[in-house]
């Protein structure tokens, strides 16, 4: 019977039912029950090559691949969610019966596909704004239902505030924004809207007005910032591409007119079709950025699920390496290598390594927490504090 429901999503649920599957899994399910095979093997995940032209990603979304095997008699390895990443690094392995957590596999690529793409895009951008605060304005531009996956990843990568009312709860932060077109266009005024908006919002509440809805940029700046004076803190500017023209200079001369006014205090924001490469050419005369669709969408990174042992016995498809891995790491020089599980090496700078995988469940049983939001968030900016893009 055909299914009928509101919202095209799954439930809680139906995932952990294993009906968020690619069909193939669920038909191999059968065959080995059928048989009454079980295997105790081990797969692990990794990835062959990152999406536009970057050379490391953003670990996320651990916690609900580990909510989703939590009581499964399987063993999770993994990466701590924000750790800096790159190509055929194992960045999870499971050992159990494979009848335990393979028809998972979908949607654990799904968690962490999707999800370590925007934390990568939004690390880049935030990595790009040189300490200026970013902002997730995305999700308006992906279905609702993953408005809070999009938002932690995007915190959790560096953004400084996400948009929706949702994604705050969840993170434990207030939900940030300034006013959007529709008041000024209701109130037929900019300056009103600013008044207006003033009079009812909370004074913790920024005073950031939008400046692109009826006039030009440079004189609806200096309306605002006389009328609010010092209870304006800054003007967004979301000018339509159409319009923008030399949009560096655009914000040079909205500067210098507010500057020779006595408002070098008011801050510049901008958003629409931002991303890192504008974030660079634009960092002169801004203060701060939204961005959306750049993270929200951000290309996936294309994981995949590989066995690498069966029933302890090296073994792998083609391409990939058999036998299970751990990743070392210098404590000097931050140079990642590959090995064997078990095997001892010190970097070539002198330094000595550690191992990145920690073990969060066994057995089934969850021994390892994923630490607050906020945590991973720093975890994040430290990693990439050494980094250049």
């Known amino acids: 019977m055909k299914d009928d429901r509101d919202f095209y999503i799954a439930t809680e649920k139906e995932i952990k039912d294993g009906l968020v599957t690619d069909i193939y899994f669920e038909r191999t399910r059968q065959v080995l029950e059928a048989y009454n095979l079980h295997k ?29 095997l939590k009581g499964k008699k399987v063993t999770l ?20 019966d494979y009848l335990e957590f393979g028809v998972y596999e979908t949607a654990m690529l799904g968690f962490i596909c999707q999800s370590s793409g925007i934390a990568t895009k939004s690390a880049r951008c935030k990595k790009a704004a040189q300490g200026r605060p ?28 996400v948009s929706t009312i949702i994604s705050s709860k969840f993170l434990g932060i207030n939900p940030t924004g300034t006013m959007p077109h529709a008041l000024i266009l209701i109130l037929g005024d900019t300056v009103e809207a600013a008044k207006a908006f003033d009079a009812v919002i909370p004074e913790e509440v920024p ?45 040079d001369e909205v500067r210098w007119e507010l500057n020779i006014r006595g408002f070098e ?37 294309d994981f995949s699920m ?29 140079r990642d290598f590959i090995v064997p599980l078990g095997t001892k090496k010190n970097c070539h700078c002198g330094g000595q390594t550690f191992s990145l995988l920690k073990v969060y469940i066994d ?20 990693q990439m504090e050494k980094i250049e893009i």
Not at 41 to 61: C, H, Q, R, W, Y
Request: hydrophobic share 40%; aromatic share 8%.
């Open 306 to 334: 590989d066995i690498v042992e069966v029933e302890g016995k090296f073994c792998a498809k083609r391409g990939k390496h058999s036998g299970r891995k751990d990743i070392l790491r210098c404590n000097d020089c931050q």
């Open 207 to 251: 005073r950031i007005v939008l400046i692109d809805t009826f006039l030009d940029e440079k004189f609806e700046a200096i309306r605002v910032a006389s009328a609010l004076r010092d209870k304006l803190f800054g003007i967004r500017l979301d000018t339509p591409g159409s319009r923008r023209g030399d949009f560096r200079r655009l914000l």
């Open 40 to 68: 105790v093997v081990s797969a692990e995940f990794i990835v062959k090559g990152l999406p536009e032209g970057n050379d490391f990603g953003v670990f996320t979304g651990l916690k609900e691949v580990i909510s989703l």
């Open 363 to 382: 057995n089934g049983e969850i021994i390892e927490k994923v630490p607050e939001e906020n945590v991973i968030r720093e975890y994040v900016l430290n």
């Open 134 to 161: 970013v902002i997730s304005f995305g999700t308006r531009r992906m279905h609702p239902c993953i408005a809070p996956m999009i938002e932690r990843s995007a915190y959790i990568g560096g953004c400084d505030g």
């Open 265 to 301: 205090r008011v801050k510049i924001m901008v958003s629409g079709g931002i991303d890192e490469d504008k974030i660079k050419n634009l960092n002169e005369y801004c203060d701060g950025y939204g961005v959306g669709t750049a993270i929200s969408s951000a290309s996936t990174i």
């Open 77 to 96: 390895r993994a990466l701590p969610e924000g750790t800096i990443f790159k190509t055929w690094m194992p960045v999870m392995e499971i050992v159990g």
